[in-house]
């Protein structure tokens, strides 16, 4: 019994709230999903999430740099660790090494690279990607 009236009196609440709130009928709904994201978004946020000067990209971008120069500092020192291995095969082979995983690194990280802007593309207003098996042209979203 007690529940019941709890849950009638948030009900009663509710009601009033709606009902002396200016433009909070049920069916005025103006701007759309757009709209709503734009307000619940605080004044020091970005706007855009995708898209050239989205946060993603920028996100992605530093990412990509911090790889890149983590890549240069290791294939200089498996080019160091090569000229210093004075020809013993064991320290010539993990110089190697070093220098194929800092590439392959670097390709890698140049894939992760394409593969996130390919996919925030298709999120943009506007955004195409060229695909599919079909006639090979662009498919806008």
Do not use: C, H, W
Not at 12 to 27: C, K, L, R
Not at 85 to 90: I, L, Y
Not at 92 to 109: D, Q
């Amino acid at each position: 019994m007690k529940r019941k009236i709890y849950y009638l009196a948030i009900s009663v609440a509710t009601g009033i709230t709606f009902a002396f709130t200016p433009n909070a009928s049920a069916n005025e709904v103006s701007g759309g999903v757009s709209a709503g994201a734009a307000s619940a978004r605080g004044s020091d946020q970005p706007a855009q999430l995708f898209g050239d000067g989205g946060i993603f990209a920028q996100i992605t971008n530093i990412m990509l740099f911090v790889i890149g120069a983590i890549s240069v500092i290791m294939i200089i020192i498996g080019g160091l660790r090569y000229i210093l291995s004075g020809g013993d095969s064991a320290n010539v082979s993990a110089a190697k090494n070093t220098i194929l995983y800092a590439i392959v690194g670097v390709i890698v990280a140049l894939l992760a690279f394409a593969a996130v802007r390919f996919i925030t593309g298709a999120f943009t207003e506007g955004g195409s990607f060229t695909g599919g098996s079909g006639g090979g042209g662009a498919t806008n979203f």
